[in-house]
């Protein structure tokens, strides 16, 4: 079966520090994977995607995402955390295969700590 | 404006009543996508079109939930007999064929019923 796995339902930095956001996915083809941030009463906003292009993928607002096949894995980083950054992301695989189909992981919620 | 626009964007409904939401996804992209986001979760798949046909319908779309894509523009997606837990935020999203596509999402309809 296909699934996006994110392995923090929260997660907390201070200010200023690094940012780590887990995501696996489990498929039999190699998906297409994206990371979407979700501020409150705001709707889904792209940050970055992976499209078997490069495996190193930089996105909006300093966050880029590293694609390991050898890990099944997409986790989405940041070197600085910002306060604007606290919101709740979501990582997101469409599976090819027939036809493909959008499948989002549980989320994470993001806390920055002034 | 070129995104995905949903409409209406806040419903408040009494329980029993019927409600239909509507999606225009972005004009060129054939595939467009159904999903139910509640308080605090990630956004759950409901159904998918590709151009007028219905693909997929997940086990979370019961019986008073139908959704509908005519001319494979835009979609309707009507809860007939609404209960409380049908409270939640409606999102539409829409993607274009072929290979590796991202999906644009709308910024939902947010559903009410007391």
């Known amino acids: 079966a296909q699934s996006v796995t994110q392995l923090d339902s929260h997660v907390s930095v201070s200010e200023g520090t690094p940012v780590l956001l887990r995501c696996n996915y489990s498929s039999s083809y190699s998906p297409s994977l994206f990371w979407y941030v979700q501020h409150p009463n705001k709707g889904l906003q792209l940050l970055l995607k992976?499209?078997?292009?490069?495996?190193l993928v930089k996105g909006i607002n300093g966050f880029e995402a590293e694609f390991k096949k050898s890990e099944t894995s997409f986790h989405l980083t940041k070197p600085s955390a910002h306060m604007s950054d606290a919101a709740e992301y979501f990582c997101?695989?469409?599976?090819?295969?027939?036809?493909?189909?959008?499948?989002f992981g549980t989320g994470t919620k993001l806390q920055v700590i002034p | 404006d070129t995104g995905v626009s949903q409409n209406p964007r806040h419903k408040i409904t009494k329980r029993g009543q019927n409600v239909t939401f509507r999606c225009d996804p972005i004009s060129e992209h054939n595939r467009l996508y159904w999903y139910r986001q509640t308080l605090g979760q990630g956004p759950e798949f409901l159904t998918y079109?590709?151009?007028?046909?219905?693909?997929?319908k997940s086990r979370l779309l019961s019986d008073r939930f139908s959704a509908e894509r005519p001319k494979g523009s835009f979609s309707t997606l009507e809860i007939q007999r609404t209960e409380q837990g049908d409270s939640a935020m409606y999102l539409c999203?829409?993607?274009?064929?072929?290979?590796?596509?991202?999906?644009?999402f709308g910024q939902g309809t947010r559903l009410t019923v007391v």
């Open positions: 997101v695989a469409a599976f090819s295969g027939g036809y493909q189909k959008v499948t």
């Open positions: 999203a829409s993607s274009s064929g072929g290979g590796h596509t991202e999906a644009f």
């Open positions: 992976y499209t078997s292009a490069a495996t």
């Open positions: 079109f590709q151009n007028e046909a219905q693909l997929e």
